[in-house]
């Protein structure tokens, strides 16, 4: 009785909160801050409005059927709200894509539904990324490149910036396995300015790998210059003159695996 009381007089606020705790997380998974956002949504876990950020989480700790676990019965939840809907069922093709390509597929399919009833140019562009990273995953990568161009053009210039990043980095993945290094180079600045710009930490890192790998310069790494080695202080100058790994190697006489293993 006492207990039900307490409920009732404060389960909106208590609502409110686990819906900012929710919000919170998802901008720290983001940030790349994973035990902090496992630290906001532990005690909201039983709230719909923590699957996503919680599915998040355990997809940076590579726990992907706890993450797909997560999403699924947030989309179970889900009533009338089709911009919910979307969100999920885009994080969760990005989840089965680790475990499944045809889960992934059926997810990507139940997404371009939700788009097709939806008149949501941020539903259009996650339908479209999902679709060009399973067309990706299953060696089209032209196909891939074609489908994100047209889902990048479905936003807005200011409009969900870590999405346009997303749709950026992956057409720069498509680009680079169809040949079409300058045009991967091209998306892959892009989708680094604006990684950057939302301090979204591990995408900058990823994009920034890819552009190294395409010959390009990456960012600058944001380390502690007093926890580096006298060999690290090395590659990190060349890293800032916008030297490759293989390029690196060469000057300090040292494999580009050893060079990677200092980047890292």
Same mark, same amino acid.
């Given at each position: 009785?006492?207990?039900?009381?307490?409920?009732?007089?404060?389960?909106?606020?208590?609502?409110?909160?686990?819906?900012?705790?929710?919000?919170?997380?998802?901008?720290?998974?983001?940030?790349?801050? %994973?035990?902090?956002?496992?630290?906001?949504?532990?005690?909201?876990?039983?709230?719909?409005?923590?699957?996503?950020?919680? $599915?998040?989480?355990?997809?940076?700790?590579?726990?992907?059927?706890?993450? $797909?676990?997560?999403?699924?019965?947030?989309?179970?939840?889900?009533?009338?709200?089709?911009?919910?809907?979307?969100?999920?069922?885009?994080?969760?093709?990005?989840?089965?894509?680790?475990?499944?390509?045809?889960?992934?597929?059926?997810?990507?399919?139940?997404?371009?539904?939700?788009?097709?009833?939806?008149?949501?140019?941020?539903?259009?562009?996650?339908?479209?990324?999902?679709?060009?990273?399973?067309?990706?995953?299953?060696?089209?990568?032209?196909?891939?490149?074609?489908?994100?161009?047209?889902?990048?053009?479905?936003?807005?210039?200011?409009?969900?910036?870590?999405?346009?990043?997303? %749709?950026?980095?992956?057409? $720069?993945?498509?680009?680079?396995?169809?040949?079409?290094?300058?045009? $991967?180079?091209?998306?892959?600045?892009?989708?680094?300015?604006?990684?950057?710009?939302?301090?979204?930490?591990?995408?900058?890192?990823?994009?920034?790998?890819?552009?190294?790998?395409?010959?390009?310069?990456?960012?600058?790494?944001?380390?502690?210059?007093?926890?580096?080695?006298?060999?690290?202080?090395?590659?990190?100058?060349?890293?800032?003159?916008?030297?490759?790994?293989?390029? %690196?190697?060469?000057?300090?006489? %040292?494999?580009?695996?050893?060079?990677?293993?200092?980047?890292?």
């Amino acid at each position: 009785g006492e207990a039900a009381l307490v409920e009732a007089g404060h389960g909106g606020a208590y609502g409110h909160r686990a819906d900012a705790a929710a919000r919170l997380a998802h901008l720290r998974v983001l940030q790349g801050r %994973i035990d902090e956002a496992a630290d906001l949504v532990r005690s909201h876990e039983d709230r719909p409005s923590t699957a996503l950020p919680l $599915a998040l989480v355990h997809l940076a700790r590579a726990e992907h059927d706890l993450a $797909a676990a997560a999403l699924h019965r947030g989309l179970d939840a889900v009533v009338a709200d089709r911009l919910r809907e979307a969100e999920l069922l885009a994080a969760l093709v990005e989840v089965e894509l680790g475990r499944d390509v045809d889960r992934a597929a059926a997810a990507a399919e139940r997404l371009a539904d939700v788009a097709d009833r939806c008149d949501a140019p941020s539903v259009r562009a996650e339908a479209g990324l999902a679709a060009g990273r399973v067309a990706a995953a299953r060696g089209d990568a032209a196909e891939a490149a074609s489908i994100l161009a047209t889902a990048r053009r479905a936003l807005g210039d200011d409009e969900r910036p870590v999405l346009c990043g997303t %749709i950026l980095f992956e057409r $720069a993945r498509a680009l680079a396995a169809a040949g079409d290094t300058s045009g $991967a180079v091209a998306e892959a600045r892009a989708a680094l300015a604006v990684f950057e710009r939302m301090g979204a930490q591990p995408s900058v890192d990823r994009t920034a790998a890819l552009l190294r790998s395409l010959g390009a310069p990456g960012a600058r790494p944001r380390v502690s210059l007093g926890e580096l080695t006298a060999r690290e202080h090395d590659v990190l100058e060349l890293l800032g003159l916008g030297l490759t790994n293989a390029e %690196i190697g060469g000057r300090l006489y %040292i494999s580009a695996k050893t060079v990677e293993h200092h980047v890292g």
